[in-house]
Each structure stands twice: as structure tokens, then as C-alpha cells.
């Protein structure tokens, strides 16, 4: 794996606060560590002392030795990249990076965008699709921020050579098609991306990737949506740790929110406006507590939130919800027996946050996606 950027330390576990608290809140507590600053723009790395969850904060990605890089120039060559353009900042900036937009533009990826270690990907203030080509992938990777991209209609992709981090070619094997892609990867945060429309999911995280944080963003229009884990033989995703948080999923979504194999999800405060097949499902012993979200099922068809694989192996499921708000006949499975995984997410110091009542889920939640955001204001509407 990619070394770390600097080192930081293991700190003592704090549990979350009980679904007895609610602190209540127009914003969520991401939200509002910088969005009520008008001068934001002079202040944009202030952005990756916000995070929370399994990912902590990112103060990795800032301090002494960042690059500002802004990308002036949409166009893509998945060898030979130009400089001013996205992929030459993966490719030929070396160490931290902070990349952010000169303006309003559409990037057709020619090949997946390996995305490098200690960077973030900051589309605030412009509205910056990436679309109709291969989208991004995080392999072996640490310390990323990807932050207001609307990301949507990638399509499959064969296997070829691309260049990578340190402008190393890599050989990729062909790809299904997903918007934002994770392998052996962690610390990575996802915050306030619109995702829809791709032909596998949104967001896949597999191989051992590990301490994430899925937050703030509007997944819409898509089958099959988060997959945290790779497959039923891969052990390795025991240890995967994932925090989904703030999200609007929905309309037009039909399951995997998430669906999660082998390791834990803490799964809090999101809006479910509706699902196809199941909201929440796992297999092969995964750990799931939901926690003081709202659940808003569909007028017609299945008004279960869960859905567990069934198998022959004896596997357990450990879902458990706290504080959940359901309506329109939503109903949740909890497991028959909880072990104590579930109980508790063990956030550290740096990792814990307040959770907030179900019943203000709508306000916590109003503003998921890519934000618009004015010159001289404040970003408060989603696009």
C-alpha cells in the first residue's frame, strides 16, 4: 500500500452519543463547520478539518508542502495527459494536492482516473460533471477528499493501460462501470457528490479498503447503489469500517444502501425516499447498526427495510436499529440475538460526532449533493 502521508496516531476509543441525545440542527454537524463561512473560498482548506467518522479528520491532506493545482482544461488523454487537466494532476503532481476548477465544465474520462494518495478533489463553486466515459478509481491509496462532483452516466470499461500516480503506466482489468470505485484504500472521505446513472453502483468499497466516510451526497436514479465489500470469499473486508452519514437516497433507487459483506457500517442519519428491493442488506456476517434515520417506504410493493442472503453456512447478520424514524409502513428485521458488535461504533477522539433525531433528518439532509454555490455567499442549495 501507498505510504502514509505522515503518521497518526491510534487514540482512545469514545463511544458515539445514545440515540437518548438529539441536538437539534438545520445543518449537520459537517455542514456546519464551513458552510456559514461566506469567505469559504479563502478558506477552502479549512474544508478537511470537517470530516467525521471513520475517516476522521483529514489534516493530512493539508499544512506544509500542499500543492493548489486548478484545472483549466476538461479534455482528457488517459497516456498522455495535458497539463491544466485532471488527470495531470494525478499523474505529475507529487505529494499533497489540492485540485479545485477554473469554471463550470463536463470531463469525459478516457480511462478510470487513478486517483492519487493525499489529494482532494474540490469542485465547490463550480458545477463540474464527470460523465459519459470511465470515472474514478482509488487503488492502494490514502488520505483522499472527494468533494462536490456530480458524477454520473460512466460507462464500462476493457482492460488497458493507463497512466497512474508518479506517471507510472498501470494495467487495469476491465471495469464494471461504477462512479467512484475503492480497492485496499482507506481514510478516504466522500462528501456532498451528486451520483446517479451508472451501469453497476455508485460506490464500491472492496479489498480491505477500510476507515470511510460516505457523507452528505444525493445518490438518485441507480439499481444497485453502495457495495461495502468485495465478494463472499474475500476475509480481508472483516476489518472494513464505513460510515454512512447525512445521505438523500433517492428518488429511483432499488437497493444496496448499503449492502454490506463481512465488516461494520455505522449507518446514520440518512433519508431513504423509497427503495425497490430492500434498503439495508448484507452478507457473510456484517455488522450493521442504523441509527436514527428516516425511512419513508414506497407507495406500492416492499416495505422492508432489510434484506439478508440466505445461506447454508450458518452466518450470522447483526442489523440493528436505534432510534429509526419509519413511515408510509416501513418496517426493519432486527436480528433475532445482538452480540454487542452493533452496539457501538468505537469512534476515537477524532472520529466521533453527535447524532441527531430522526425526526430532523429532512433538514439534515436538504442540501445533500453537489452544492450551488453564489459568489461572495454561502453554499446552501444542491444542483
Known amino acids: 500500500m501507498t505510504p502514509w502521508c505522515t503518521l497518526w496516531g491510534l487514540m482512545a476509543t469514545i463511544s ?79 505529494g499533497k494536492v489540492w485540485i479545485t476548477f477554473k469554471r463550470d465544465m463536463n470531463i469525459t474520462l478516457q480511462k478510470p482516473l487513478l486517483v492519487s494518495s493525499c489529494t482532494t478533489i474540490d469542485g ?14 482509488l487503488q492502494r491509496v490514502n488520505n ?31 471495469v ?14 466522500i462528501d456532498h457528490n451528486t451520483l446517479y446513472d451508472c451501469p453497476d453502483g455508485l460506490i464500491d468499497v472492496t479489498r480491505g479498503s477500510t476507515d470511510i466516510t460516505i457523507s452528505n451526497n444525493w445518490f438518485r436514479f441507480q439499481n444497485k447503489v453502495m457495495l461495502l465489500g468485495h465478494d463472499d470469499g474475500f476475509q ?18 432499488q437497493q444496496r444502501m448499503p449492502r454490506v459483506r463481512f465488516g ?47 445461506n447454508e453456512n450458518g452466518m450470522s447478520y447483526n442489523f440493528l436499529s436505534v432510534a429509526d424514524v419509519f413511515e408510509n409502513g416501513a418496517s426493519f428485521s432486527q436480528s433475532r440475538s445482538d452480540d454487542g458488535l452493533a452496539v457501538k461504533p468505537n469512534y476515537t477522539k477524532e472520529q466521533i460526532f453527535p447524532v441527531e ?20 455567499s454561502r453554499c446552501s442549495i444542491k444542483s
Not at 148 to 162: E, F, M, N, T, W
Not at 245 to 250: D, P, R, T, V
Open 264 to 310: 461494520y457500517a455505522h449507518v446514520v442519519n440518512n433519508l431513504y425516499l423509497g427503495w425497490g428491493l430492500y434498503a439495508i442488506g448484507g452478507s457473510m456476517d456484517p455488522t450493521i447498526k442504523s441509527q436514527s434515520n428516516l425511512f419513508i417506504a414506497p407507495e406500492d410493493g416492499n416495505k422492508e427495510v432489510t434484506w439478508r442472503q440466505h
Open 236 to 253: 480481508r473486508d472483516k476489518d472494513m469500517k464505513v460510515t454512512v452519514a447525512f445521505n438523500h437516497f433517492g428518488p429511483h433507487c
Open 144 to 174: 483522499v477528499i472527494i468533494h462536490s462532483l456530480r458524477i454520473h452516466d460512466c460507462k464500462a470499461q476493457p482492460a488497458g493501460p493507463v497512466l497512474g500516480p508518479d506517471a507510472k503506466i498501470v494495467h487495469l482489468g476491465p
Open 124 to 137: 465547490r463553486g463550480v458545477n463540474v460533471h464527470i460523465s459519459g466515459g470511465a470515472c474514478l478509481m
Open 176 to 189: 464494471d462501470g461504477d462512479a467512484i470505485r475503492m480497492l485496499s484504500s482507506s481514510k478516504i472521505w
Open 16 to 94: 458515539i452519543i445514545t440515540s437518548s441525545t438529539c441536538v437539534y440542527a438545520k445543518m449537520n454537524v459537517i455542514d456546519e463547520c464551513w458552510r456559514k463561512n461566506p469567505n469559504w473560498r479563502s478558506h477552502r482548506h479549512e474544508l478537511a478539518k470537517c470530516s467525521v467518522g471513520y475517516t476522521g479528520n483529514m489534516m493530512n491532506n493539508i499544512g506544509r508542502g500542499v500543492t493548489n493545482y486548478k484545472v483549466n482544461d476538461p479534455s482528457d488523454d488517459a497516456m498522455n495527459p495535458k497539463p491544466g487537466t485532471l488527470r495531470f494532476a494525478m499523474t505529475h503532481v507529487k
Open 357 to 376: 433525531c430522526a425526526t430532523k433528518v429532512r433538514d439534515l439532509t436538504k442540501s445533500a449533493g453537489a452544492l450551488k454555490c453564489p459568489k461572495a
